[in-house]
């Protein structure tokens, strides 16, 4: 009887925390960038009442008698799912479409670790009073630093580590008139080098390719570069811990395999002049809410009735 009525409670609880979850997507069903939760469940240790026995010349196996004393919590996944996509025509709005995550940080050394970043698919970008391109909390948005042509500046630290070399998007090594230098960044101990991007208030207009190149008009009608939007890729994004303000946080389950090239090494392209939204689906949150609440009701149910058979227990004495 008592059993009955600690399993009744455990599942209260398990319910309870999937309406927590269900209630924080809700709320984030307009935030950009945001991945709803989802709650899983296991059951409890079952006590063994008699153990399973084997068949014998005269008599057939019989299986093991267990009472299962409730259930508990399993999981809480991230469902990093895509969002759909809206389109705002603000040129420093940037959607993803496919996986990798923008990388912001608070200060931007010239190598990644150097910083000390955060990840996320919010690409909602402001510029600040210094032209930087930031996000709303006021980190910087991490970019490669690049030449004329949109392609990674590299320093080699196999040779002298104040030369740099550019490489393309196939990973070629380019020597200082552009030619490939038959090395690539596999073979050779190199450096990206990184930067916040920077459109001067001389400029008089702005880009963003898909590729992430940045390119702004100057004051003399002249086309420059101001950088290449660097994505974070990851083999497990769910592995990614929540930190508030629409960024995530790398784990050891993360996966991380380090920055990458838009639309290279499988990582998406950026579409500017539009957000990707929340992939919370509002008809199948109420839907999992109606079957939490019932199953908290269900277990409530449990734990009376089981209250009521211990009362009439109590009333044998009279």
Do not use: C
């Not at 409730?70 to 940037?94: A, E, K």
């Amino acid at each position: 009887m008592l059993r009955s009525m600690y399993a009744g409670i455990s599942g209260m609880k398990g319910f309870q925390t999937k309406l927590d979850v269900i209630g924080n997507n809700i709320a984030n069903v307009n935030t950009s960038g945001f991945k709803k939760g989802r709650v899983t469940f296991q059951d409890m240790m079952s006590q063994m009442t008699s153990g399973a026995q084997g068949a014998t010349d005269t008599r057939g196996g019989v299986n093991a008698k267990q009472v299962g004393l409730g259930s508990q919590l399993g999981t809480i996944d991230n469902i990093h799912t895509q969002g759909f996509r809206q389109t705002t025509n603000n040129p420093l709005d940037f959607a993803l479409e496919g996986d990798g995550m923008f990388v912001v940080a608070s200060d931007i050394g010239e190598t990644l670790e150097e910083t000390n970043v955060s990840y996320t698919r919010a690409g909602n970008f402001y510029l600040d009073e210094e032209g930087d391109v930031v996000n709303p909390q006021g980190l910087y948005l991490i970019a490669y630093d690049v030449d004329d042509d949109g392609n990674p500046i590299v320093e080699d630290q196999s040779t002298d580590p104040a030369t740099q070399y550019t490489v393309d998007k196939d990973g070629n090594l380019l020597d200082s008139a552009g030619e490939p230098t038959g090395n690539t960044v596999d073979d050779t101990d190199v450096t990206y080098l990184y930067k916040p991007i920077n459109i001067p208030d001389t400029a008089q207009s702005f880009s963003v390719q898909t590729n992430g190149i940045v390119n702004y008009i100057d004051a003399n009608g002249n086309t420059e570069v101001a950088g290449r939007v660097a994505l974070a890729n990851f083999s497990n994004q769910a592995g990614l811990q929540k930190d508030g303000s629409n960024l995530f946080l790398n784990t050891e389950n993360a996966g991380y395999n380090g920055l990458a090239l838009p639309e290279s090494d499988g990582v998406a392209s950026i579409v500017s002049g539009a957000l990707e939204m929340s992939n919370v689906d509002l008809s199948e949150e109420f839907t999992e809410m109606i079957t939490a609440q019932r199953g908290f009701q269900a277990n409530t149910r449990i734990i009376t009735t089981s209250d009521e058979i211990l009362q009439e227990l109590v009333n044998l004495k009279r």
